[in-house]
């Protein structure tokens, strides 16, 4: 059973008034991995979930949870 990994980056991504790519290039990767974890197709790693939240100015379990 593979367990699913819920998100609610683009929600604060776009409260904090960020596109795709502001946000990406903050952290240091392309749109389209920000694109992949918004959109369920890639599971971020600890070192990515943390870069995320930093940069969104929140914490991982704010981001990220399991359903």
Not at 6 to 32: D, F, N, P, Y
Not at 40 to 61: D, I, M, N, Q, Y
Request: no cysteine; hydrophobic share 45%.
């Amino acid at each position: 059973m593979a367990i699913e990994l819920g998100t609610r980056l683009r929600e604060a991504r776009t409260e904090a008034g960020l596109t795709q790519a502001e946000l990406a290039e903050r952290i240091g990767v392309s749109r389209k991995t920000i694109n992949t974890v918004e959109n369920g197709v890639f599971v971020p790693s600890t070192t990515l979930a943390l870069k995320l939240a930093r940069a969104l100015k929140t914490s991982v379990e704010s981001l990220f949870f399991l359903p």
